[in-house]
């Protein structure tokens, strides 16, 4: 027997060997190491996003402010709607310093039923409501019998207090639309040069110096809109700043201004915007009666008391 080469084939088949089980040490060590990275990346995501989902999060805001005015529904077209419609019974037009608008009374009530609801409601805005589309619908307010509706830019809701809607429809005792009110915002958006991630506005509530959200608290939604914050430019002009709405444990609600981190509750923003925005309404009158003896507005003699 050749010794020396047995000798030879042996070493050769163990360096083989060894070369093969530290190949496969190797590749299990970097499996585990991406393995544990990603793990740890993704509960440090989760530790400072408290519990909320990265891949939820809205895109970065765009817009630095919206300038806003309303416009005139008595020209433009834009009453042609109501004016052309043969269950108007009166239309009242709108216009002062703080408002410009329109009310309608309907000659015969419309019906939403409860069962179809939201196709009713849906159906009456497109024969009655000019631009329809631009408004998200709101809280229904049962002891006013109001249904309610906000104007919208990009798919984000122009906030304004709960009774100061730009779109409301009127309901009577038996569930029937007998009139609505609108205002609408021409939008103007300034493009923003610096503006926080979603993710700062949800670590500007975790800052020690707000003292918001705690260790064991929950982000439960993040959205955004639009909140007016500053007096008027001009006439009719009102400058809506974005803001993260930040829901902590599915109960609070916070705004982080998407430039300046400022954060508010969402009352404090609303108990600031009420005694200018809050508005009272043209009054609709029922089926049938005089829009004279229920104090009609013509022309803002009865005005809303808002902005």
Same mark, same amino acid.
């Given at each position: 027997?050749?010794? *020396? ?10 360096? #083989? #060997? ?49 300038? *806003?005015?309303?416009?005139?529904? &008595? ?30 009374? #309907?000659? &015969? ?8 609801? %939201? ?11 000019? %631009? ?106 009102? #400058? ?6 930040? &829901?902590? %444990? ?22 600031? %915007? ?8 043209? &009054? ?24």
């Amino acid at each position: 027997m050749d010794w *020396a080469r047995t000798k030879t084939i042996f070493i050769v088949v163990f360096l #083989l #060997l060894n070369t093969f089980l530290l190949s496969s040490y190797l590749e299990q060590q970097t499996n585990y190491q991406e393995s544990s990275a990603s793990q740890t990346g993704g509960e440090e995501s989760q530790q400072r996003l408290y519990g909320y989902s990265e891949e939820d999060l809205p895109d970065r805001i765009e817009q630095l402010h919206l300038e *806003a005015s309303y416009v005139d529904f &008595e020209s433009g077209g834009r009453s042609q709607k109501v004016e052309n419609n043969s269950n108007i019974n009166d239309i009242t037009y709108i216009s002062n310093e703080r408002l410009i608008g329109m009310s309608a009374t #309907l000659e &015969e009530p419309v019906e939403i039923s409860e069962d179809n609801r %939201n196709e009713d409601l849906a159906s009456f805005l497109n024969n009655y409501v000019w %631009n329809a589309g631009d408004y998200e619908q709101g809280q229904m307010d049962e002891e006013l019998n109001r249904q309610y509706y906000y104007q919208t830019f990009d798919d984000k809701q122009i906030y304004k207090p709960e009774t100061s809607a730009q779109l409301e429809l009127v309901f009577n005792e038996q569930n029937e639309i007998v009139g609505f009110r609108q205002s609408y915002f021409e939008l103007d958006a300034t493009p923003a040069d610096s503006t926080i991630p979603a993710e700062d506005a949800i670590e500007a509530l975790g800052n020690p110096s707000n003292g918001i959200l705690q260790t064991n608290d929950t982000v439960s939604d993040v959205s955004v809109g639009y909140f007016n914050q500053v007096t008027p430019q001009g006439e009719n002009v009102y #400058l809506y700043t974005p803001m993260y709405i930040v &829901e902590v %444990n599915g109960e609070s609600r916070y705004l982080v201004n998407a430039r300046t981190q400022r954060v508010q509750s969402w009352e404090q923003v609303m108990e600031d %915007n009420g005694e200018e925005d809050i508005m009272v309404e043209p &009054e609709v009158p029922e089926n049938g009666s005089d829009p004279e003896e229920n104090g009609s507005a013509e022309n803002g003699e009865e005005a809303p008391a808002n902005e």
